[in-house]
């Protein structure tokens, strides 16, 4: 029995753009920006900033020194925001309509400057905040970790007091989806930019359908 799903934020939530991000990084000075992101997993101070070991603060001074001059907040926001190439409305009303028969929660490899637009009202065009979406979120800088390593999803079913085979994890990670399955989550990987609603609908259709036929 499913009670639980579980979706990734850039790459199934928002579409995402990688090379627009690292064509902004280098307009600051960064010109070896392409070898840092990666639409998956980051390096070096961009993946200390995802794991929480840099704040915000330390992440601008730190990409200054990188880049040979100054780097303010809105200016790195900026140029993360390259990343987020379209926030469809469609998938966020199908999230909220699951929270009538789940507990939605969101597990992102995320940092504090796309949070703090994803978390304001200039998330959508309605002026609603990401976390209205979500009954709870999950956020790799606060937890010290990131997927694909194994304590971030122990850290999930600690928190939610969950068992792994009750949850769908929605990822479009290769590598987050192997160790999430790998310790017993059902998964789903959608491809960027694509529609996955069907396909979380037959997941979920047919997980009643098998419990309704164990009755």
Known sequence: ???TVIFDLGGVIVNIDRDCSVKAFQALGLKDAGTYLD?????????????GRLDADEFCERLGQLCGRPVSFLQAQEAWMGFISGVPGERLAYVESLRKDYQVCLLSNTN????????SARFTPQGRALDVFFDQLFISYQMKCVKPHRQI???VLDTLGAKPEHILF?????ANIETAKDMGFLTLM??????WIPDVQKVLANAVTRRNRGR
């Open 39 to 51: 639409p998956y997993h980051q390096s070096g101070i961009f993946l200390e900033l995802e794991d």
């Open 112 to 119: 504090p400057f796309i949070m703090e637009w994803a978390r």
């Open 170 to 174: 929605v990822d479009d990670g290769p």
């Open 1 to 3: 029995m499913i009670d």
């Open 153 to 155: 999803f122990r850290q």
């Open 190 to 195: 959608p491809v960027n930019g694509t529609n």
